[in-house]
Every structure is written in C-alpha cells, then in structure tokens.
C-alpha cells in the first residue's frame, strides 16, 4: 500500500471542483481513500511526496492507433483542391500506402515488442494511464504499462469497430448492447452532409444509440443527431446517452471541421477527447487539450477548462465504468482504478494548470497502483529501482521495461529504439524477418517461441486492412518522430497550410509563459 501527497485534485462524483492538499491512498489496484492534509503515512504506508504538485486522475484516451505511434503527421503532396469530403477517400491517397501503410506494416512486423514500448511510453509522457486502439494481437506484449481499453478489465466487455459496419454486423453488436457491453465506434467522420451522415441513422434504426455507445468522431453530424441519441438512449431504465470522442486535431487536419461537441452536451452525450494516431493526430492528450481549447476560443464554444479536464478524466472514465461494473479510471475515489498522474504546478488553477501542461511537467504516473513513470526521485520513492531512462527535452524520466526474451533483466530505451531505428533504416528486410517468424509460429510441428505477433486495427483501403506492399516493393520509411511535441511537429503542423491556420500557433501554448486568452 502506498500514498501520494500533493494537492489533490480528485474529480469526485460528489463535487468534481473540489481540490485540496491531502494524500491520494491505493491499496493494490483501487484506490482505498483520499483524504486531507499533510500528514506522516501511517506504518505500513510508502509515502511519495510531490510537493505542491497537482495530482489528478490518470487521463483516459478513448481513440488511439498505437501501431501507427512511430509514424510523423503526414502531407499528401497531391492534396491540392481543399480537405477531404469523409473517411473512404485519404486511404486511396497516392502517398498514403508509401508514407502510412507500409511503414506502419514494417514495425509491427519488424519489431512489434519495442513498437508497443515505443507507443506506451508516449502515452505515459502526456499523463495516460488508459488508452483505446491498440493492434490486434496474439497475446499480451512483455511489458503491460498503459491500460488498455480494448481487452482491458474484461476482453468480453467492449467491442471496438474502426471500419463501417453492416445491418447484420450492427445487429450483432445491439445484443451485446443489450447484454451490458460496450461498443467503441468509429462513426461518421468526415464534414457535415457527406455521405457518412448517413451511418448515424444505421446506428439509429439498429437500435445501437445505447447509453454504452462510445462514438468517436461524428463531426458529419450534428444537433438533430445528438438529440436523438437522448430520446433513444435505453428508455426503459431511463440510462444517459453514451459518448463521444472528440478528436479536434485530425479532423481539422483531414476534413477542416470537428465534432459539434456543444450540441453533444447540450443533449446529455458524454464527450470524451481522444489523440488519434500520428499521422494526423497530436502525440498524446496534453497536446490535444491545447487542440481542443484552441478550437473552443476560435469558435467561440462555451466550454471552460474545467470542462475540458473532464473530457480526459471523468468522462472517459464514467463511460468505461457502464461497461466494466463501475470499476473504473477517471476520479480518484474509494474503489476506482489506483490511476494518477502527478503535474508540476505553474498556474494556480489546476484545470489551467492541466490545460497547459507540457511533457515536462509529468512528474509521477502511477498506473493499477503502480509507478509506472516518472522523474528519478519519485520512481526511486516509489520503490522503482530497476528502470531505464530517456531524455524529456531537458530532463530525464524513467521507467520500467522487461526484456521481451527475458523478463528478469530490464529492457534500455536505447535498445528499444535501436529495435526501431533498424526498421526504420531497412523496412522491406524488417518486414521479411516478422513474416519469418510469424510461419515459424505457425509450424505446430516446431513449436511455438512465444513471439508476439501484431496485425493492424486500420485500413490500408476502403474494406482492407494496412499492408502489406506488394512482393518486390521497396520503400523508405519516413524517420521516427519524438516522443513530445517538438519544433518538428510544430513546423509540420505550420507547412501544411490546412485547417486553414487554426492551429499554427499551438507552440506558444507549449512556452512557459503561455496564458489563456
């Protein structure tokens, strides 16, 4: 059992505004209390002390795709008459399968362990303690750090659908609506009156506007639609509407609009933020707060900071409870998930204070009671002492990786990155070896060496799945990004010329002196 004191900002079910300095308690994997004041821990008890620091529920990230979590943000040069009408036409791209597809292909292929190190790690560096999106698998990666929503408490218990799905499929998935699961949706992504509106009324009419209906995107869709998922809700026990996943980045990158999230609350629908993958998304949850706030000023939305702290806290959170039995992340409180996330302070308000974040500023995340990451002070107090370590701008963080071929010794940065780099330097050679031991695996005969083995949870195509590139194919794939927002990423997002220059300015809410205007 251990302790974190700091100022506590819990997001309670009672009064979600209220925080105090005292100390956040976990007993195994659930919290077992909060309580105020500074006080010595009693016997029993490791105590971490962050100072002043403000330690908030881990955030939830409910719509990632961490096999693409190596990938840059990517520009089709061929992109020249305005963005994309909806979702089925930047697969056909001409650059999408040489700068998307393949690569992403050679890394699960090539080094899925350290691909998967790579993309937690990320996630890790922005606060996440859960994350939804990861690439279907024959078995559980060597190192677990970052929850995942997708087999998470239960594997049974929430169905995830990146591609559209068919009457037949959808009916599949309202009984087990009706059983009590989840269903996580990619849903009519693309601008208002296109062609994938028209989804949203498949939903309707298959009887799946469930109040655990977890829709991500629905920027083609908009007041009337959100209000109809309130009168279908499951009126019979008089439950909520479910949820949406708002993904400001990658819509404004890809289709120049994003989600009526306004409406959405307006009609009782949770909203929830999500990163989305790196091609066109942000590399974790700090980043797409400062998206979704800069969305807000333009538009003019009434929707505070507070607001948007939910949207990667409690929401996110409350919609996987409907589905896990009320064991959840989101809010620290007797009997939820032991998920926290400790940021240094530089506003006095701890909803600015999360909005403005940076990479730097994660001190401690502890993860199903856990430190999982976190600076060298805090990871030692915590009881880590057999970690690695990787370089946060300036400073250093650390971390725990098992060695996939022997998990009693622990795994670099540097060789998981080396794992990478060689991928990234002969892609076609990386993919071969995968396939190699993939038909290994496959020979009964020779028996099993426990490789994990991934394949892709998007589509390289209308109706097909990601790679791989023809027989004979040779390609270059693009060098690997960082793991935080950088002047890289900055100047990529300015280059591009889209969204119609929204965003150009997300560095200055990146500096120390940012402000909220």
Known sequence: MFEIQGHIVPMATSDARKHFTGRVRFDGTVVDRVLAGRHSPPPGVRQIDVGDAFVYPGLTDLHSHLGFATLPLWHEPARTTGPWLHRDLWPSAPSYKPAVSWPAYAYLKGAPEALLAYAQVRALAGGTTTIQGWPNANGNPANQLVRSVDDGVDPDSIRTSVINLSTAELDDRRTLLDEGRALVY????????????????????????????????????????FRQWNVHADLSDSAPPGGVVWSPFSNLWLYDQTTDVVAARAHGVLVSIGSDWGPSGTKNLLGELKVAHTWVRHAGLDVTPFDLAEMVTSNPGDLLGRAWSGLAPGRLQQGRMADAVAIAKRYDDPWTNLLLARERDIMLVVGDGRARYGTAALMKAAGETTTTSMQVGTSARRFALNRPDDPTKTWTWTSVMNELRAVQADPVRAIEQGLAIEAFEADVTSGSTGALILESDMPGGPNSVAGPPPPGTHFDAPPLPSLIHDDTWFSGVRAAGYHNHVLDNLDKLFANDAVLL
């Open 186 to 225: 990619h849903l009519c992504e693309g601008q208002r009156g296109s062609k994938v509106a028209r989804e949203f009324t498949d939903v309707a009419t298959a009887g799946c506007l469930r109040h655990r209906l977890i829709a991500i995107h629905c920027c083609a869709v908009g007041d009337e639609e």
